[in-house]
């Protein structure tokens, strides 16, 4: 194995010029976690809110630190505790809340992180799935309890987290509405959304009402829209809006102090919320590789298609995230990791 590995690495927080192709040291890994040859890794809009700074309040990384939260690839050793993989497997996994490290030649992942590559698709689209896939069902699934015959509104269904939202809920019986402007309108019918409102044209509220829930993931005005579009008593789950007191209690395992921080920073949209009787929820979603063999049965069996705006090689990367920071991506927008010498 050699020690030293090529990555993108962020030496401080801010501007995309923090953020480089790097040397770094090959990770150890631990009892507990797989050592993966990367083979591609996913962007996603937290990458780059990361280096940004966005998110310091709920995680800060000791820097220099290796980037990148998603990846697939090939298992090249095992911890002494692991018990599911084996050396040669092929992987998939959202890696660590707190670690990052998938934009690499190597990356440590804890076991429970990881899930045996759907085969049905190549190595970039396999490394597309988990955090927006993950993202997407622990929403649909445990927040939401889409079933059969509900009708469920998603706002911003183009991007990597909506291409998997609308299919996932497709999946569960629903009928889905989403919005999207004239670039991905095509996309987001082909995946199985009934209705779409182009919001660059039209006030989804003004068109839409009586859904038995929504899954927002654009935030502010599409968010607060949403509240009149879903009945009485329903739920409106955000990746995008505000946290509230359930994130920190729930999903961060925070304490009193987090939980008081996001009833203050919530409590305009929350009584917003209440003023149309529906309750509102901001998840952070969770690595689990139970849940990624599950997407990757899904992806197996024809059943959810992975959206990839574009796959770039790795020394590309600054690209590629601008490319994503642009917001306009559909689907996903991953890199591909060059051969160790
Ligand atoms: N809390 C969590 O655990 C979690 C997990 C995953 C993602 N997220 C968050 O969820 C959000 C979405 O993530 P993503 O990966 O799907 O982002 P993304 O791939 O960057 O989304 C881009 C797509 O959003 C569309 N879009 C932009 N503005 C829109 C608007 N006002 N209304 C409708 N569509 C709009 C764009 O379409 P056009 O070209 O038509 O503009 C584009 O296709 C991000 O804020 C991300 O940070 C949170």
Redesign the pocket.
């Known amino acids: 194995m050699p020690e030293q590995m090529q990555a993108f690495v962020m030496k401080a927080y801010g501007g995309p010029e923090v953020a480089a192709l790097a040397q770094a040291p090959v990770p150890v890994p631990t009892a507990t976690q797989l050592l993966v040859r990367v083979r591609a890794a996913g962007l996603?809009?937290?990458d780059f809110?990361t280096r940004r700074g966005d998110l310091k309040l709920v995680q800060r990384y000791r820097l220099p630190a290796v980037m990148g939260n998603e990846l697939a690839g090939e298992v090249v050793a095992c911890g002494d505790q692991v018990r599911r993989f084996r050396v040669g497997d092929a992987v998939f996994a959202r890696v660590a809340k707190g670690a990052m490290g998938a934009f690499a030649q190597f990356a440590a992942v804890e076991e429970d992180h990881a899930a045996i590559a759907p085969t049905r698709v190549d190595m970039p689209t396999a490394a597309a799935v988990p955090?927006?896939g993950l993202?997407a069902l622990q929403a649909l699934r445990d927040e939401l309890h889409v079933g059969e015959g509900q009708r469920i509104f998603i706002?911003?269904?183009?991007?990597?987290?909506?291409t998997f939202a609308i299919q996932l809920a497709r999946h569960f019986g629903a009928r889905v509405a989403t919005?999207?402007?004239s670039?991905?309108e095509a996309l987001v019918r082909r995946l199985g959304a009934d209705t779409v409102v182009d919001?660059?044209r039209e006030r989804p509220a003004a068109v839409l009402s009586g859904f038995d829930g929504a899954f927002d993931?654009?935030?502010g005005e599409?968010l607060e829209q949403a509240f009149g579009i879903v009945r009485p008593g329903s739920t409106v789950v955000s990746?995008?809006g505000m946290p509230e007191p359930r994130t920190a209690s729930k999903d961060l395992h925070g304490g009193l102090a987090m939980q008081a921080m996001f009833w203050a920073a919530s409590f305009s949209l929350r009584r917003r919320a209440r003023a149309h009787g529906v309750h509102y929820r901001?998840?952070?979603?969770h690595p689990s590789g139970a849940d990624l063999a599950e997407l990757a049965r899904l992806v197996d069996a024809g059943a959810l298609e992975v959206i990839v705006d574009g796959v770039y090689p790795f020394e590309r990367l600054p690209e590629a995230m601008a490319r994503?920071e642009a917001?306009?991506?559909?689907?996903?927008i991953v890199v591909t990791m060059p051969d160790v010498a």
């Open positions: 996603n809009p937290v809110k955090l927006a993202t706002p911003g269904g183009a991007g990597g987290v909506g919005t999207a402007s670039r991905g919001y660059t993931l654009v935030g599409a990746v995008a901001y998840l952070f979603m994503l917001g306009h991506a559909k689907g996903k």
